[in-house]
């Protein structure tokens, strides 16, 4: 779980909420996170992201720049989201491990 809360803070700092409603976030990104997810298999992404009930649809638009995500905001808490993409590290770490916890992701506690 510790690899993936490392890679999740550090995408993070490519990302800014463009807006966030209760059940859907627009992420704005730096071309450079391009690059970044590039080193990542596509079809386990994809296969992973179908494994997690709170995860309903996402739309990626390279010519905007956003990611529409749609999520369940009954199982995936809308401040956590918010926490995530605060400018606190620590918060963001915490965000992480609770959103682990809600999507009951293996290892999710943090002690």
């Known amino acids: 779980m510790k690899k993936h809360i490392d890679t999740a803070l550090k995408l ?23 690059a970044h997810l590039a080193t990542f ?14 995860f309903k649809n996402y ?3 390279n010519a905007t720049g956003s990611l529409l995500i749609e999520y369940d905001a009954s199982i995936v808490k809308p ?4 926490a995530l993409f605060s400018q606190s590290e620590q918060d ?6 609770a959103l682990g916890a809600c999507l009951e992701i293996d290892g999710a506690n943090h002690e």
């Open 41 to 54: 298999n596509s079809s386990e992404i994809e296969r992973a992201l179908q494994n997690i009930p709170a």
């Open 92 to 97: 963001a770490e915490r965000a992480c491990y």
């Open 59 to 61: 739309k990626l638009n």
């Open 79 to 82: 401040h956590l989201i918010d």
């Open 12 to 34: 993070r700092r490519w990302v800014t909420v463009g807006h966030h409603i209760p059940g859907r976030v627009r992420l704005k990104y730096k071309l450079g996170i391009l």
